[in-house]
Protein backbone atom coordinates (compact mmCIF):
# COMPACT_ATOMS: atom_id res chain seq x y z
CA UNK A 1 0.00 0.00 0.00
CA UNK A 2 1.66 3.64 -1.14
CA UNK A 3 1.34 5.93 1.61
CA UNK A 4 2.14 9.41 1.61
CA UNK A 5 2.45 12.48 4.47
CA UNK A 6 1.29 15.46 2.89
CA UNK A 7 1.63 19.11 3.98
CA UNK A 8 2.01 22.71 2.11
CA UNK A 9 5.48 24.23 1.82
CA UNK A 10 4.11 27.32 -0.05
CA UNK A 11 5.34 30.68 1.56
CA UNK A 12 6.09 29.38 5.35
CA UNK A 13 9.78 28.35 5.41
CA UNK A 14 9.87 30.14 8.72
CA UNK A 15 7.39 27.21 9.85
CA UNK A 16 8.44 23.97 7.82
CA UNK A 17 12.06 24.40 9.37
CA UNK A 18 10.53 22.93 12.54
CA UNK A 19 8.30 20.76 11.38
CA UNK A 20 9.92 19.14 8.08
CA UNK A 21 12.24 17.41 10.02
CA UNK A 22 9.51 16.02 12.19
CA UNK A 23 7.18 15.20 8.99
CA UNK A 24 10.42 13.37 7.65
CA UNK A 25 11.12 11.34 10.44
CA UNK A 26 7.53 10.52 11.02
CA UNK A 27 7.20 9.00 7.16
CA UNK A 28 9.96 6.99 7.79
CA UNK A 29 8.59 5.49 10.46
CA UNK A 30 5.33 4.31 9.09
CA UNK A 31 6.52 3.92 5.94
CA UNK A 32 5.46 6.18 3.97
CA UNK A 33 6.51 9.09 1.61
CA UNK A 34 7.00 13.03 2.42
CA UNK A 35 4.64 14.99 0.08
CA UNK A 36 5.48 18.57 0.36
CA UNK A 37 3.24 20.95 -1.91
CA UNK A 38 5.12 23.35 -3.09
CA UNK A 39 3.27 25.71 -5.68
CA UNK A 40 0.29 27.48 -6.10
CA UNK A 41 -2.61 25.55 -8.62
CA UNK A 42 -5.57 26.43 -6.31
CA UNK A 43 -5.13 30.65 -6.71
CA UNK A 44 -7.75 31.75 -4.44
CA UNK A 45 -7.97 35.32 -3.78
CA UNK A 46 -7.78 35.45 -0.38
CA UNK A 47 -7.47 31.97 1.25
CA UNK A 48 -4.09 30.23 0.83
CA UNK A 49 -5.31 27.04 2.66
CA UNK A 50 -7.14 26.05 -0.08
CA UNK A 51 -4.18 24.50 -1.65
CA UNK A 52 -4.90 21.90 0.59
CA UNK A 53 -7.42 20.98 -2.10
CA UNK A 54 -4.36 20.11 -4.58
CA UNK A 55 -4.89 16.46 -1.93
CA UNK A 56 -7.43 15.63 -5.23
CA UNK A 57 -4.36 15.35 -7.27
CA UNK A 58 -2.63 13.86 -4.92
CA UNK A 59 -5.12 11.23 -3.70
CA UNK A 60 -4.82 9.63 -7.40
CA UNK A 61 -1.28 8.27 -6.51
CA UNK A 62 -1.54 7.18 -2.51
CA UNK A 63 -4.04 4.36 -1.45
CA UNK A 64 -3.62 6.88 1.75
CA UNK A 65 -2.67 10.14 3.08
CA UNK A 66 -2.31 11.40 6.15
CA UNK A 67 -2.06 15.35 5.82
CA UNK A 68 -1.18 17.90 8.31
CA UNK A 69 -0.99 21.40 8.44
CA UNK A 70 3.00 22.75 8.50
CA UNK A 71 2.48 25.01 12.05
CA UNK A 72 2.27 21.44 13.34
CA UNK A 73 4.61 19.17 15.27
CA UNK A 74 4.92 15.59 15.59
CA UNK A 75 6.36 13.49 18.05
CA UNK A 76 8.83 11.26 17.46
CA UNK A 77 6.67 8.76 19.67
CA UNK A 78 3.54 9.21 17.88
CA UNK A 79 1.78 6.19 16.74
CA UNK A 80 1.26 4.67 13.59
CA UNK A 81 -2.13 6.30 12.47
CA UNK A 82 -2.71 4.38 9.32
CA UNK A 83 -3.32 1.54 11.78
CA UNK A 84 -5.52 3.47 13.81
CA UNK A 85 -7.77 4.74 11.37
CA UNK A 86 -10.08 2.68 9.27
CA UNK A 87 -9.15 2.63 5.53
CA UNK A 88 -12.71 3.99 4.79
CA UNK A 89 -12.94 6.05 7.50
CA UNK A 90 -11.87 9.50 7.74
CA UNK A 91 -9.28 10.28 10.93
CA UNK A 92 -9.96 13.60 12.56
CA UNK A 93 -10.67 15.30 15.69
CA UNK A 94 -13.48 17.63 16.05
CA UNK A 95 -12.89 21.22 16.05
CA UNK A 96 -13.74 22.09 19.92
CA UNK A 97 -12.18 21.78 23.33
CA UNK A 98 -14.28 18.69 24.30
CA UNK A 99 -14.09 16.65 20.44
CA UNK A 100 -17.64 16.56 20.45
CA UNK A 101 -19.44 15.39 17.48
CA UNK A 102 -22.04 17.34 18.64
CA UNK A 103 -20.69 20.56 19.04
CA UNK A 104 -22.47 23.43 17.91
CA UNK A 105 -19.40 26.40 17.70
CA UNK A 106 -19.66 26.22 14.27
CA UNK A 107 -23.57 26.37 13.46
CA UNK A 108 -22.75 29.39 11.29
CA UNK A 109 -20.64 27.93 8.68
CA UNK A 110 -23.03 24.45 9.25
CA UNK A 111 -25.84 26.90 7.80
CA UNK A 112 -23.74 29.03 5.97
CA UNK A 113 -22.29 26.58 3.55
CA UNK A 114 -26.01 24.99 2.86
CA UNK A 115 -27.17 27.78 2.11
CA UNK A 116 -24.92 28.60 -0.62
CA UNK A 117 -23.58 25.15 -1.87
CA UNK A 118 -26.90 23.33 -0.73
CA UNK A 119 -28.91 21.44 1.74
CA UNK A 120 -27.09 18.06 2.41
CA UNK A 121 -28.46 17.49 6.38
CA UNK A 122 -25.70 18.53 7.88
CA UNK A 123 -26.77 19.44 11.35
CA UNK A 124 -23.34 18.99 13.49
CA UNK A 125 -20.50 17.19 13.42
CA UNK A 126 -17.18 20.22 12.40
CA UNK A 127 -13.81 18.33 12.56
CA UNK A 128 -10.59 20.31 12.44
CA UNK A 129 -8.62 19.89 8.91
CA UNK A 130 -5.09 20.43 10.29
CA UNK A 131 -4.99 16.71 10.62
CA UNK A 132 -6.61 14.38 8.59
CA UNK A 133 -6.49 10.68 7.38
CA UNK A 134 -7.70 9.70 4.05
CA UNK A 135 -7.96 7.01 1.91
CA UNK A 136 -7.65 7.29 -1.49
CA UNK A 137 -12.01 6.47 -1.72
CA UNK A 138 -11.91 10.33 -0.35
CA UNK A 139 -10.92 12.14 -3.36
CA UNK A 140 -14.45 13.88 -3.45
CA UNK A 141 -13.76 16.05 -0.14
CA UNK A 142 -10.94 17.52 -1.95
CA UNK A 143 -13.06 18.16 -5.28
CA UNK A 144 -12.22 21.68 -5.65
CA UNK A 145 -15.62 24.23 -6.82
CA UNK A 146 -14.91 27.26 -8.44
CA UNK A 147 -17.37 29.32 -6.46
CA UNK A 148 -15.14 29.18 -3.71
CA UNK A 149 -13.46 32.06 -5.44
CA UNK A 150 -16.22 34.34 -5.41
CA UNK A 151 -16.10 34.03 -1.71
CA UNK A 152 -14.40 37.00 -0.25
CA UNK A 153 -13.53 34.95 3.14
CA UNK A 154 -10.24 33.77 4.54
CA UNK A 155 -10.65 32.47 7.87
CA UNK A 156 -12.03 28.98 7.97
CA UNK A 157 -13.14 28.98 4.40
CA UNK A 158 -11.23 25.88 3.54
CA UNK A 159 -11.92 23.97 6.82
CA UNK A 160 -15.64 24.96 6.65
CA UNK A 161 -16.09 23.46 3.04
CA UNK A 162 -13.97 19.98 3.79
CA UNK A 163 -16.35 19.69 6.25
CA UNK A 164 -19.11 20.15 3.94
CA UNK A 165 -17.96 17.74 1.34
CA UNK A 166 -17.68 14.75 3.78
CA UNK A 167 -21.27 15.67 4.90
CA UNK A 168 -22.36 15.73 1.17
CA UNK A 169 -20.37 12.38 0.34
CA UNK A 170 -21.71 10.78 3.64
CA UNK A 171 -18.21 9.67 5.01
CA UNK A 172 -17.58 8.67 7.96
CA UNK A 173 -15.27 9.80 10.85
CA UNK A 174 -13.05 8.24 13.08
CA UNK A 175 -12.98 10.04 15.84
CA UNK A 176 -8.94 10.58 17.04
CA UNK A 177 -8.25 11.61 20.76
CA UNK A 178 -7.12 15.13 20.78
CA UNK A 179 -3.53 13.80 21.61
CA UNK A 180 -3.25 13.60 17.88
CA UNK A 181 -4.57 17.25 17.19
CA UNK A 182 -3.70 19.24 20.40
CA UNK A 183 -4.83 22.67 20.43
CA UNK A 184 -4.61 25.28 22.64
CA UNK A 185 -7.94 26.37 22.78
CA UNK A 186 -7.52 28.68 25.74
CA UNK A 187 -4.38 30.19 24.15
CA UNK A 188 -2.18 28.52 27.08
CA UNK A 189 0.68 26.79 26.63
CA UNK A 190 -0.35 23.91 29.29
CA UNK A 191 -3.05 23.14 27.28
CA UNK A 192 -0.13 21.11 24.65
CA UNK A 193 -0.09 18.70 27.24
CA UNK A 194 -2.81 15.67 27.84
CA UNK A 195 -2.21 13.65 31.02
CA UNK A 196 0.60 15.59 32.32
CA UNK A 197 2.90 14.82 28.95
CA UNK A 198 3.26 16.47 26.27
CA UNK A 199 0.86 15.72 23.33
CA UNK A 200 2.32 13.59 20.96
CA UNK A 201 0.96 15.93 18.07
CA UNK A 202 0.80 19.48 18.67
CA UNK A 203 -1.10 22.19 16.67
CA UNK A 204 0.00 26.16 16.49
CA UNK A 205 -3.36 26.99 15.17
CA UNK A 206 -4.47 30.27 15.76
CA UNK A 207 -1.11 31.22 17.45
CA UNK A 208 0.02 34.74 16.36
CA UNK A 209 3.71 33.77 18.02
CA UNK A 210 3.96 30.23 16.07
CA UNK A 211 7.64 30.50 15.19
CA UNK A 212 8.62 31.18 18.72
CA UNK A 213 6.63 28.39 20.31
CA UNK A 214 7.29 25.73 17.42
CA UNK A 215 11.28 26.48 17.72
CA UNK A 216 10.58 25.92 21.13
CA UNK A 217 8.76 22.86 21.33
CA UNK A 218 10.81 21.37 18.60
CA UNK A 219 13.68 21.23 20.96
CA UNK A 220 11.61 19.37 23.69
CA UNK A 221 10.12 16.83 21.42
CA UNK A 222 13.37 16.49 20.39
CA UNK A 223 15.01 15.81 23.52
CA UNK A 224 11.81 13.16 24.21
Known amino acids: MKLAIVTLGIDIEQLLQWSRPLFKQYAEKVGAELVIIPTRSIN ?3 CPMLEKYQLYNV ?3 YDRVAFFDTDILIAPKTPDLFKIVPFEKIGAVYDCRDNNEHNRNHDADVK ?3 A ?3 DVGWKDGYINSGVIVLSNIHRPVYQY ?3 LHEINRRAFLEQGFTNYNI ?3 KFQIHKLDRNFNRIAFGGKEQEYYQDGKLADIVHFAGRVDKKGLMEKFFHIM ?3
Open 44 to 46: HPI
Open 59 to 61: LEN
Open 112 to 114: GFQ
Open 116 to 118: RFG
Open 145 to 147: DPR
Open 167 to 169: KKN
Open 222 to 224: SKE
